[in-house]
């Protein structure tokens, strides 16, 4: 079973940056394709971006393509999210998930193992 932590949320202005870090523990990093999601107050948790095992296929949600860019590094065990231009409608709770079966889903339900979620607050 693998544990997944996030890592990087924060405050930022609209226009800026930040990189989003999910370390995984437990298991087989390599074994899983990844996903972020987020989920805003009072809203239904929402598809991010995805990404394969190998690093090679990736997957985004039309709200963020072309501005946050998915990746991971399998050596250590890490995904990432760099989330450029933030905009207000960015703010959320983010969380990583991992997914044993398919190979890039944007379904929540697709996915077996979540984190505890990170923060992002983007000030207008």
């Known amino acids: 079973q693998v544990q997944l932590v996030e890592s990087g949320g924060g405050l930022v202005q609209a226009g800026g940056s930040l990189r989003l870090s999910c370390a995984a523990s437990?298991?087989?990093?390599?074994?899983?394709?990844t996903g972020w999601f987020r989920q805003a107050p009072g809203k239904e948790r929402e598809f991010v971006a995805a990404?394969?095992?190998?690093?090679?296929?990736?997957y985004y949600a039309d709200s963020v393509k072309g501005r946050f860019t998915i990746s991971r590094d399998n050596a250590k065990n890490t995904v990432y999210l760099q989330m450029n231009s933030l905009k207000p409608e960015d703010t959320a709770v983010y969380y990583c998930?991992?997914?044993?079966?398919?190979?890039?889903?944007?379904?929540?339900?697709?996915?077996?193992?979540w984190g505890q979620g990170t923060q992002v607050t983007v000030s207008s």
């Open positions: 437990g298991g087989t990093f390599s074994r899983y394709a």
């Open positions: 998930a991992a997914d044993v079966v398919y190979s890039v889903s944007s379904r929540l339900r697709d996915y077996d193992y």
């Open positions: 990404i394969n095992r190998s690093g090679g296929s990736t």
